[in-house]
């Protein structure tokens, strides 16, 4: 068996054929998948990893606020529900707009330490940076 | 920065790899696997990727260096892009991004042979099927005309909002946002019960993701076997064109099982 796979494109983010993009990336790979500290403990190297916390805060006063800014921009005389053409790109621009707080942690497994940082952060509508460091050699 | 190249199956190599190299591990396949030259790994700049054989099993790996961060968004993208590449074709495995172990011996001695069986059953059991993920979106208008439509007490809130000047509505805004969240998410339950059960025909598992977004309708991955995929493309159009303008549907994938392996 052979596995063809193409070079990534160089730069920027290459244009999934699926049509995803990073946001969907970081659902997928940051906490799915096999953790492999589960099954090692002995020689994983302590890597500074760079993972953004993307997790999203539904239930918060930002997005009551914006929800209601939202209905108030409605003017429902002149809409019907699903009327085409009003579809706007918000998915587009929120899901970029989702990246922006860096959390900077080390990675010894990937998995449940990383998971820990991010739920750490779920409570802050306002990401912001942090570092955390841990020798393992 | 001296690039050690390893070859596939020299997973007993005499010398070390320099201090500073270690091996970043993306996956497990069969050990029948060949990866083509150009393929590229996390890293700056990415290392060749290489598979490391044991038995029936390999591990999909690559140098890092040790002392630069990982996780800038190609280091994400090559992840799961090689992995979902891979997927296409043969049976695999995902770790989770950012496992790094010390050496290509290590990856033999600590991940490959101890779990050896383990990995080869469960490669067994994807054999012919890969991962999709459902993302349903609602519109922001139409189910906000939706929530407004359906409820009195979300009507009287945005009248109040409109007549008043916005400094004294702030407790009137949080809670029509609130309620509003609130059907939402009542909707959203309906609609992930209702695609759950609408593709079971065409799937051999199903795993509810939390959602992604406040206006998410569903957020599912499925673990699609290959020769039923058609079926399954067909069904995802036709609820496309049944939700309409009402909810954006994307699919994504093929991709490898992430949501489906289990530690």
Request: net charge negative; aromatic share 4%.
């Amino acid at each position: 068996m052979t596995v063809a796979v193409p070079p990534a494109g160089g730069g920027g983010l290459p244009g999934r054929s699926s049509g995803s993009g990073l946001a969907d990336v970081i659902d997928t790979i940051l906490d799915k998948g096999l953790v492999i500290d589960a099954y090692v403990r002995v020689s994983l190297v302590g890597i500074e990893i760079l993972t953004i916390d993307v997790r999203v805060v539904i239930a918060s006063v930002d997005t009551y606020l914006r929800f209601a800014e939202a209905v108030n921009r409605l003017d429902l005389a002149s809409q019907q529900p699903g009327l085409p053409g009003l579809l706007s790109s918000a998915p587009q621009s929120i899901a970029r707009g989702k990246t922006k707080g860096m959390v900077q942690g080390v990675l010894e497994a990937a998995g449940d330490k990383l998971q820990d940082l991010r739920e750490s952060y779920a409570e802050e509508p306002a990401p912001r940076t942090r570092r955390r460091r841990r020798e393992e050699d | 920065m001296t690039g050690s190249t390893r070859q596939s199956g020299a997973s007993d190599g005499a010398e070390a790899p320099p201090r500073n190299t270690a091996c970043y591990v993306y996956g497990i396949l069969p050990e029948d696997v060949e990866i083509s030259e150009d393929a590229i790994g996390v890293g700056d700049p990415p290392r060749r990727v290489t598979i490391i054989r044991h038995g029936e099993i390999a591990a999909l790996v690559s140098d890092v260096d040790v002392d630069r961060p990982l996780g800038r968004a190609q280091d994400l993208v090559a992840h799961e892009q090689l992995l979902d590449e891979a997927a296409a074709e043969v049976p695999v495995l995902p770790l989770r991004f950012g496992a790094v172990m010390t050496t290509p011996e290590a990856v033999v001695e600590e991940l490959l042979a101890p779990h050896h069986d383990s990995f080869a059953a469960a490669l067994k059991q994807i054999e012919g099927r890969t991962q999709f993920v459902l993302k349903a979106r609602y519109a922001e208008q139409p189910v906000l005309v939706e929530v407004l439509t359906e409820n009195a007490e979300a009507r009287q809130l945005r009248d109040r909002i409109r007549q008043l000047p916005e400094e004294v509505t702030r407790n009137e805004r949080i809670r029509l946002g609130e309620l509003i969240t609130q059907i939402i998410a009542a909707k959203r339950e309906a609609d992930t019960r209702a695609v759950a059960e609408r593709f079971e025909p065409f799937t051999a598992g199903a795993v509810v993701r939390d959602p992604s977004h406040e206006r998410d309708a569903a957020h599912v991955a499925f673990l699609v076997e290959n020769d039923r995929q058609a079926g399954f493309e067909r069904a995802v159009g036709e609820l496309r064109s049944e939700w309409g303008d009402r909810v954006e549907v994307r699919l994504l994938g093929p991709m490898a099982p992430y949501d489906f392996v289990t530690t």
